[in-house]
Each structure stands twice: as structure tokens, then as C-alpha cells.
């Protein structure tokens, strides 16, 4: 069983950036695709980007396609989000996820192993 554990949420000004990171104990990291969700009060659980096992391969939803960037370190057993040009839209909790490969980087966008706790990004205009 993988845990994970989001930090480096915050409240930013629009146009500000910010990076996330999610820590995994437990289970085999390595063999693991990766991504983050977002979420707003009242609305459905949204995809944002997926990163693969090796990290290889990633998959951005167009809203933040340009503007965030994906990124992992095996070695430490950590997931990055770097989120720049934020916008007042973006704010939501933001949810790290984690998917035992079957080989398909898409599948992460439809089922998730497992969950991070999440973490609140606010951006003010």
C-alpha cells in the first residue's frame, strides 16, 4: 500500500506560481504512474496531468496545458507540480494520485490506487 503526502499549497496572487510536491512511503514508487486532480466545493473531481512510471510520458488537460509542469524524482520517491501564471480558476484542492502501471498512462485518468490527503492552492485576483 502507497501513502502520499501533499505539500506546498498556499495563497498567491494572480500571475504567481507555486510548487506542489507529493512524498510516497510504502509499496514499489518505481512501478507507479502519478498525477494531480483538482477539485473546487460543489463541482466534480478534476484530471490536471499525469507523469508515468518512468517518467517518460506526460498527459496535460488543456486548461493547464503551458502553464503547469510535471515532474519526478525516483530516487526520492517524489512528485512535483510546478504551477505558474496562476489563475483565479485554479483554485481548488489539489489531490496527488498515484496508479499501478498497466501500461497505458491514460488509465490514471479514469482509476486511482491511490490518494494524497490534499492541499488548498487559493489565487486571488
Known amino acids: 500500500q502507497v501513502q502520499l503526502v501533499e505539500s506546498g499549497g498556499g495563497s498567491v496572487q494572480a500571475g504567481g506560481s507555486l510548487r506542489l510536491s507529493c512524498v510516497a512511503s510504502?509499496?514499489?514508487?518505481?512501478?507507479?504512474?502519478m498525477g494531480w486532480f483538482r477539485q473546487a466545493p460543489g463541482k466534480e473531481r478534476e484530471f490536471v496531468v499525469a507523469i508515468s512510471w518512468s517518467g517518460g510520458s506526460t498527459y496535460y488537460a488543456d486548461s493547464v496545458k503551458g502553464r503547469f509542469t510535471i515532474s519526478r524524482d525516483n530516487a526520492k520517491k517524489t512528485v512535483y507540480l510546478q504551477m505558474n501564471s496562476l489563475k483565479p480558476e485554479d483554485t481548488d484542492v489539489y489531490y496527488c494520485a498515484g496508479r499501478r502501471s498497466d501500461g497505458y498512462l491514460q488509465s490514471l485518468g479514469h482509476e486511482v490506487d491511490y490518494w494524497g490527503q490534499g492541499t488548498q492552492v487559493t489565487v486571488s485576483s
Open positions: 510504502g509499496g514499489t514508487f518505481r512501478t507507479n504512474d
